[in-house]
């Protein structure tokens, strides 16, 4: 409800390859907000990551892994309504491995994701946020089949299991399992 000068800082770097090759690449990217008039609303946020590719004859390794830490504002939707935002993180990494054969190409992939919840306050009384924490695996395959230069039929297949280490005592653990497919065709850099 009351207004405040702002500071915002925000630097990043971006390191890249452009080898024929093989490939690498760096981000790191940093969001320092400081409220002058509000100091607990003052946030850092930052993200890492690191990733990579290594061409096997006619195949691709590619290997990524992340870190975002940000925090979740009041303001915004499904959001609570904290004294201070929310501080999360999330933690990423993820493996593919291209294999092609003619006109077709078959890219199996794992994901592995970490979500963390850091505690707030709600009208001063602590609000401990930890039942939304959750450790996601994903593992699928993406087909593709060339029927001509850029354009191209393709299936997608991916299973998730979704885990709450620390579910709320009032309710039953949100665990899942999904299954998800996707068919169409990607015609000229569009996906239909």
Known sequence: ???SWTVATRPSLLLATDWPRDAFGLQVAIADTRYLSQPAQSRTDYTLGVGG?????RDRLTLAASRIVAHQDRTGLDALASDRPVRMSIDDARASYDLGSGRWTAIPFLRGARFRYGDTTIQGAPAPQSYR?????EAGVALRYELAP????????RAARTSY???SA???APDSTGLRMLLGVDYDDGMW
């Not at 924490?133 to 695996?137: E, M, N, P, Y």
């Open 1 to 3: 409800k009351r207004g």
């Open 133 to 137: 924490d959750r450790d996601v695996a």
């Open 170 to 172: 009032a309710a039953p």
């Open 150 to 157: 850029r354009r191209e039929a393709v299936a997608h297949l």
């Open 165 to 167: 280490p620390r579910p």
């Open 53 to 57: 590719a290594v061409d096997i004859g």
